[in-house]
């Protein structure tokens, strides 16, 4: 929302913003609809439950554009998206597993031991994440030479938001196991960490995007560590100036592209990334230098994560405690 309406007010192009007033298919498949009766002809979705909306109008309305962010290759076909005959179409996806690693390999790092991962629902995306976060956290602890001292509770809430009986599940994690820090991966679930951790000065790492500013405004200046992001908005932005602006539309249809790491020497060029104004920086643990060093170690491929979602990662040497899901 935030990238189209900047892009829109940029660029002079019409701008609104259609919300499903409830959480199904059918009010996303209504606005949508309700957008392209209105005229509107480019359509940014985002996340995977637009799936469904896309493949119900992708083939109804040929001359709309549609763009999707966080929607993969499974979640179209398995929505009757037919991508050899999708011209009108073009996705984003996104390599979480490296900015999943990067967050794990810096908490660690920075001398935290007893970690949480705490997923939404079990999606690919979010299994990426975590499971990038479990091999970062494991190499950062042999490298230091204290993989017997790091351990990693592992969870799925089973939804995107917070609730009370997932605040009472972490707050158990805080008190009583003695989590020093959790990775909150999914939409509002962040609100159950942070509620848990705030009682007791625990810390939180966020994702997507850089959460500090709302996890540390509602909930303690601090409690974030770092975020795990991806490129959400400047893929929107230069989608658009290339579409809109520049008239490469052809350069992107029917297309599903993986963003990941673009640069070696500039982390905040890439589509996976933490931030480097907000994280958390150790003088003497872990450095913006020592970031930029990891970021270009993977970009050639010296640090190899693997994005198997099929079984859990195999890390032989710190601790993980996989649980299932909470709820559902």
Known sequence: ?????????????????????????????????????????????????????????????????????????????????????????????????????????????????????????????VQRFGYGFVQGANDAAVELGIAADVSCEYVYGGKFMGDADITAYMDNWYATKGVEVVFACGGGIFTSAAEAAQKVNGKVIGVDTDQSAVIDGGYGEGMTVTSAMKGLAPTTIDTLTDVIVNGNWANYAGKIETLGLVSADDPSANYVQLPLETTQWADGKFTVEDYTALVADMFNGKVKVSNDTTVEPTVSNIAVNYLGNIKG
């Open 1 to 125: 929302y935030e990238a189209c309406k900047a892009f829109c007010e940029a660029n002079g192009v019409d701008f609104n913003y259609f919300k499903p007033t409830g959480d199904s298919d059918a009010e996303r498949i209504a606005q949508v609809e309700a957008a392209i009766d209105e005229g509107y002809n480019v359509i940014v979705m985002p996340g995977y439950l637009f799936a469904a909306a896309i493949g119900e109008c992708q083939p109804t309305y040929p001359d709309v554009k549609f763009i999707a962010l966080d929607v993969s290759e499974f979640d179209l076909t398995s929505n009757g998206v037919d991508l050899s005959n999708a011209s009108n179409l073009f996705s984003a996806v996104y390599q979480e597993e490296l900015s999943g690693y990067m967050a794990g390999y810096a908490a660690v790092k920075m001398g935290y031991k007893k970690l949480g991962f705490l997923g939404g629902m079990e999606v690919p995306a």
